[in-house]
Protein backbone atom coordinates (compact mmCIF):
# COMPACT_ATOMS: atom_id res chain seq x y z
CA UNK A 1 0.00 0.00 0.00
CA UNK A 2 1.90 2.84 -1.33
CA UNK A 3 1.15 6.26 1.09
CA UNK A 4 2.92 9.79 1.26
CA UNK A 5 2.87 11.64 4.78
CA UNK A 6 3.12 15.51 4.38
CA UNK A 7 4.80 17.26 7.57
CA UNK A 8 5.92 20.33 8.30
CA UNK A 9 3.62 23.33 7.67
CA UNK A 10 2.67 25.75 9.73
CA UNK A 11 2.28 29.89 10.05
CA UNK A 12 5.15 31.64 9.46
CA UNK A 13 5.54 35.38 8.85
CA UNK A 14 5.95 37.23 5.33
CA UNK A 15 9.66 36.70 4.27
CA UNK A 16 10.67 33.82 6.75
CA UNK A 17 11.11 29.98 5.65
CA UNK A 18 9.94 27.16 6.19
CA UNK A 19 10.69 23.37 5.06
CA UNK A 20 8.20 20.55 4.37
CA UNK A 21 8.36 16.74 4.26
CA UNK A 22 6.60 14.26 2.41
CA UNK A 23 7.77 10.69 3.70
CA UNK A 24 7.12 7.96 0.60
CA UNK A 25 6.32 4.09 1.81
CA UNK A 26 5.34 1.34 -0.41
CA UNK A 27 6.91 2.46 -3.40
CA UNK A 28 10.30 2.38 -5.07
CA UNK A 29 11.64 5.82 -4.40
CA UNK A 30 14.12 6.26 -7.05
CA UNK A 31 11.44 5.47 -9.47
CA UNK A 32 8.97 7.85 -9.19
CA UNK A 33 8.93 11.73 -9.68
CA UNK A 34 8.03 13.14 -6.86
CA UNK A 35 6.30 17.00 -6.90
CA UNK A 36 4.82 19.48 -4.76
CA UNK A 37 1.40 20.88 -5.78
CA UNK A 38 -0.65 22.98 -3.69
CA UNK A 39 -4.20 25.13 -3.55
CA UNK A 40 -5.21 28.41 -1.61
CA UNK A 41 -8.72 29.15 -0.34
CA UNK A 42 -11.32 29.42 -3.39
CA UNK A 43 -8.39 28.69 -6.33
CA UNK A 44 -7.31 25.31 -8.00
CA UNK A 45 -4.99 23.36 -7.55
CA UNK A 46 -1.30 24.40 -8.67
CA UNK A 47 1.78 23.20 -9.20
CA UNK A 48 5.22 23.99 -7.48
CA UNK A 49 7.83 22.34 -8.14
CA UNK A 50 8.72 18.31 -9.37
CA UNK A 51 11.96 16.61 -9.28
CA UNK A 52 12.57 14.11 -12.02
CA UNK A 53 13.04 10.15 -11.13
CA UNK A 54 15.03 9.51 -14.29
CA UNK A 55 17.68 12.30 -13.50
CA UNK A 56 16.80 13.74 -10.77
CA UNK A 57 16.69 17.38 -12.79
CA UNK A 58 13.82 19.55 -10.85
CA UNK A 59 11.22 21.77 -12.34
CA UNK A 60 10.01 25.21 -10.74
CA UNK A 61 6.83 27.15 -11.59
CA UNK A 62 7.71 30.64 -12.11
CA UNK A 63 5.95 31.66 -8.92
CA UNK A 64 8.31 29.88 -6.91
CA UNK A 65 12.11 29.71 -8.79
CA UNK A 66 14.53 31.16 -6.86
CA UNK A 67 13.00 31.02 -3.35
CA UNK A 68 11.87 27.67 -2.81
CA UNK A 69 14.02 24.34 -3.54
CA UNK A 70 13.29 20.43 -3.91
CA UNK A 71 15.67 17.94 -2.79
CA UNK A 72 15.16 14.33 -1.98
CA UNK A 73 16.83 11.38 0.58
CA UNK A 74 16.58 8.31 -1.01
CA UNK A 75 18.22 6.47 2.16
CA UNK A 76 15.22 8.00 4.02
CA UNK A 77 12.30 8.11 1.25
CA UNK A 78 11.61 11.57 1.64
CA UNK A 79 11.55 14.65 -0.61
CA UNK A 80 11.79 18.17 1.12
CA UNK A 81 10.02 21.64 -0.21
CA UNK A 82 12.39 24.22 1.13
CA UNK A 83 10.67 27.76 1.30
CA UNK A 84 12.74 30.69 2.10
CA UNK A 85 11.27 34.49 1.26
CA UNK A 86 7.99 33.72 1.63
CA UNK A 87 4.62 36.08 0.73
CA UNK A 88 1.36 36.51 1.54
CA UNK A 89 0.51 34.47 -1.34
CA UNK A 90 1.99 31.45 -0.62
CA UNK A 91 -0.35 30.86 1.83
CA UNK A 92 -2.28 27.50 0.52
CA UNK A 93 -2.45 23.95 1.65
CA UNK A 94 0.95 21.86 0.60
CA UNK A 95 0.75 17.99 -0.88
CA UNK A 96 3.16 15.77 -2.48
CA UNK A 97 2.40 13.56 -5.39
CA UNK A 98 4.28 10.70 -6.78
CA UNK A 99 4.49 9.83 -10.69
CA UNK A 100 5.75 7.17 -12.62
CA UNK A 101 6.40 9.37 -15.42
CA UNK A 102 9.72 11.54 -16.04
CA UNK A 103 10.34 15.37 -16.36
CA UNK A 104 8.58 18.00 -16.27
CA UNK A 105 5.67 16.68 -14.99
CA UNK A 106 3.32 19.13 -14.23
CA UNK A 107 -0.32 18.04 -14.29
CA UNK A 108 -2.58 17.28 -11.72
CA UNK A 109 -3.57 13.93 -13.56
CA UNK A 110 -0.17 12.17 -13.73
CA UNK A 111 0.13 11.83 -10.54
CA UNK A 112 -1.20 8.28 -8.70
CA UNK A 113 -0.46 8.79 -5.10
CA UNK A 114 -1.29 11.91 -3.17
CA UNK A 115 -0.16 13.23 0.87
CA UNK A 116 -2.84 14.55 3.14
CA UNK A 117 -1.61 17.85 2.16
CA UNK A 118 -0.03 20.49 5.07
CA UNK A 119 -1.10 23.65 5.63
CA UNK A 120 1.12 26.49 5.27
CA UNK A 121 0.06 29.97 6.42
CA UNK A 122 2.04 33.51 5.92
CA UNK A 123 1.31 36.11 7.87
CA UNK A 124 2.08 40.06 7.37
Known amino acids: QVQLVNSGGGLVQAGGSLRLSCAAS????????MAWFRQAPGKEREYVAAISWSDGTIYYADSVKGRFTVSRDPGKNTVYLQMNSLKLEDTAAYYC?????????????????WGQGTQVTVSS
Open 26 to 33: GLTFSFWT
Open 97 to 113: AASRLSGAVTTQGAYAY
